[in-house]
């Protein structure tokens, strides 16, 4: 059956690593556009992003965290409204905690670095491009010029760290992210910075010429399966312990017959 619902015109590197783990996921988020419910680390995340967004909206002098503070109250009036609400069951004690929590992380965020001394290209930035025939789509948390005059993708990371092995995985929205800045701009930024701000530690890698050709075929070779099996009408699902964990689509997978692993748990 042909989908009534026609191709995303652009692939996030999100949706691309939605795809790589269950195509049938990508079907369901980006073809149906089903709702992915939000968790408590997703609107943590959102919540976070929304201080920082605004914080470095200031001019430099004035990015304090007196001021990164003072958006809290509108991160609350902004971010915590309905279906958010509902979704992650807003208690007074879960409201508590996500204060305590972002107040922590700011505390933590600082004395990472100063951001009255960044020199940021953008924040948020919304980007566009075709790379090797594939309409990318990705937001930016920031794009930074270090003091050496080399661009910077920088990645605010509510979540856990990664291993010290820092897998591929750990870089690779972020590595999709600086292909796209390159044909975007037409200058290849030099390094990925991942801000991993509730524990107060960075990690950064080289963006080498190697790593983005990868980056590269992968979203080719992704974008021309998504479009055959686009056309087919079907999108195979790859049930997995790693990939059902944090799906949100688990139980429409098991009244279809997949074989969902038990026990998956969203964060
Ligand atoms: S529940 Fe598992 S099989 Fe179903 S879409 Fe999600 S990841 Fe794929």
Sequence with gaps: MPFEQPLPQALSPSRLQDFQSCPRRFQHASIERRRQPA??????????HY????????????RTDTAA?????????EVLVEPLVSEIGLTT?????????????????????????????????????????????????????DDDGSLVIV???????????????????????AALCE???????????????????????????PVLRARRKSAVDAWGKIKRFYDDGHFPATPSTNACRFCAYTELCRADGVPVPSNPRRP
Excluded: C
């Design 39 to 48: 968790t408590y680390a997703t609107a943590k995340g959102t919540f976070v």
């Design 51 to 62: 201080v920082f967004e605004r914080l470095f909206a200031l001019p430099p002098a004035e």
């Design 69 to 77: 503070r003072e958006f809290v109250p509108a991160a609350e009036t």
């Design 93 to 145: 004690e879960v409201r508590s905690r996500l204060l305590a929590e972002t107040d922590r992380i700011i505390t933590r965020y600082f004395a990472m670095e100063d951001p009255r001394t960044v020199t940021s290209e953008g924040v948020e930035m919304r980007l566009t491009a075709t790379v090797d025939g594939v309409p990318i789509l990705g937001i930016l948390d920031r794009l930074d010029r």
């Design 155 to 177: 990645d605010y990371k509510t979540g856990a760290l990664p291993n010290r092995q820092y897998d591929s995985k750990t870089f690779a929205n972020a590595e999709l992210y």
């Design 183 to 209: 044909e975007h701009f037409g200058e290849r930024p030099r390094r990925i910075r991942l801000l991993y701000v509730t524990h107060g530690e960075s990690v950064e890698r080289e963006v080498t010429g």
